[in-house]
């Protein structure tokens, strides 16, 4: 087994984003339902968190401006630790994300194994 | 009341107690020396009463002797006398000025101190909970034995063991401080959870035993809300958990002592009072921010008590159980939460979901495989009861599998 990130990208900016708020709000049971079903199958790593929108972002010359990450339309809208074999399974996984169709990506990252 | 009732009774309330206060007093490592004097104390109940026939306040006669047989048995005991920790000699001048609390204060006191000593402890999780059962709820090598569906030889030489560890490890019985609170809770209230559980879902047969193994755990929880200091929100929820659970004791078991399904049982026959205290315990829980795995099961437990099959019912149970599964994974809350979606998100979905756990080795997986194809394609249903059938082990389990089957082959 191998840990992969879950990194989902939404548009944070835009009043026009989509997932708009409202679809957001009608998100909460299908992710929470797709959350649970990773669980169920013993592949969740840690509880996810909630993450919160404000955010700081940090650059050369220690320059903070606030966040999200606004120069790039999608910003990290929420990541957590999975357990999957290998890419394959992860992407599987991946593609319950129920904000997909609203537009939202997921970013599958595999994590590398400690050199044993 | 008979003296042959009386004095079991009177052992079984009181018993815990004086050896608490003694323990509470001499210090872990004479847990022996505390047991002692507290069996001669009932020896010599047994033998006077019968006699000179029983006082009028049995406890108090108890008490008195219990008192008396301490002091004596310090004013004899010299060797015993100078081992004694100091703190006893820095609280008392003299062995004659010893003063052996039995209020109702210092009981609770003592207990809630032997409860955090049973439960620091570095004895495996069994022993800990033969010893809360032995030291704190006044049971017999015997009633621990039938308990654990073992022998008594098995149990007394783990109480044995445990007790040399104890000794050995000269674990100091006190009030626990408020971070020894907020270190060691967790695991108190997983003992706790575990002898409850004992109880429960125990394959003894005897329902008499495992209601008291239950109403034990559920004492020394309010134990731990009676105390300002462990009145805590997690506690409550442990407790609110099992109110709702024993409110189905006696429609869980048929007249033959079989177990009966959830969704067969007679609804009339649930204890409305403690579905009430578990609703009570419950909103106690619901203060500050921390969702423990306790809140949970008992929020899914409370709808349980609701016997009508609502929308609102299984998308609440689902939900309960998708929070559950993310913070702490176990099979059988992977198991329930799939009969959840099927109640709240339907059978097709469940099915895909149910395929994806692969609990190929849990009879219960097979069981839930079973009732996901039943109406959908009965032949697959059949199968995967037979595959349940084939690894279930308890009578009972087998049972309820064959009844299954018998229904489906009716049907085909």
Known sequence: MNEFLIAIHRDLINKDASPSPEQMQSAIKPFQDWLGSIAAQDKLVAPPKRWDTDGRVVKQNNAVTNGPYAELKESLGGLFLIRAKDYEEAVEIAKGCPLLKWGATVEVRMAIPPAQ | ?412
């Open chain 2, 1 to 412: 009341m008979e003296q042959q009732e009386l004095i079991p009774n009177l052992f079984r309330t009181e018993y815990r107690k004086i050896v608490s206060v003694l323990c509470y007093l001499f210090g872990m490592d004479h847990i022996e020396t505390a047991e002692d004097i507290v069996s001669d104390t009932f020896l010599a109940a047994t033998e006077s009463w019968s006699v000179n026939g029983n006082p009028e306040n049995p406890t108090a006669w108890l008490y008195t002797v219990a008192k008396n047989k301490t002091k004596n048995y310090l004013k004899r005991n010299t060797l015993f006398e100078q081992k004694l920790s100091k703190e006893i000699q820095l609280n008392t001048s003299s062995t004659e000025e010893i003063e052996i609390d039995l209020s109702v204060k210092n009981i609770n006191d003592s207990q809630l101190a032997m409860i955090f000593a049973v439960c620091e402890s570095s004895i495996s999780t069994e022993s800990q909970i033969a010893l809360a059962l032995n030291l704190l709820c006044g049971f017999g090598i015997q009633e621990i034995a039938d308990a654990f569906l073992t022998n008594k030889e098995v149990i007394y030489k783990r109480l044995n063991r445990a007790k040399e560890k104890l000794r050995k490890e000269k674990l100091k019985i006190q009030q626990p401080t408020l971070s020894q609170i907020e270190d060691r809770l967790p695991t108190v209230l997983t003992t706790l959870y575990l002898l409850f559980s004992e109880g429960y879902y125990s394959v003894s047969h005897d329902t008499v035993l495992r209601k008291n193994l239950c109403f034990e755990a559920m004492r020394l929880t309010i134990l731990l809300i009676d105390n300002e200091k462990t009145n805590l929100p997690d506690v409550n929820a442990l407790h609110a958990l099992m109110c709702f659970h024993s409110s189905r004791f006696e429609a869980r078991v048929n007249e033959n002592g079989e177990s009966v399904l959830y969704h067969q049982q007679n609804e009339m026959l649930w204890d409305q009072k403690l579905i009430d205290d578990g609703i009570h315990y419950l909103n106690q829980a619901s203060t500050g921010n921390n969702v423990t795995k306790y809140h949970l099961e008992a929020g899914i437990a409370f709808w349980h008590t609701k016997k009508e099959d609502t929308v609102e019912k299984w998308e609440s149970i689902l939900q309960l159980y998708n929070q559950l599964l993310q913070l702490e994974y176990s099979p059988i809350a992977a198991l329930n939460r799939t009969f959840a979606l099927s109640k709240a998100n339907g059978k097709k979905e469940a099915i895909e979901e149910a395929e994806k756990l692969q609990l190929v080795d849990n009879h219960f997986y097979y069981s839930l495989l079973g009732n996901l194809y039943t109406d959908i394609d009965n032949h697959k249903a059949l199968s995967q009861f037979e595959l349940a059938l084939e690894l279930a082990t308890t009578a009972a389990d087998k049972k309820t599998i064959s009844n299954a089957i018998q229904k489906l082959q009716d049907l085909l």
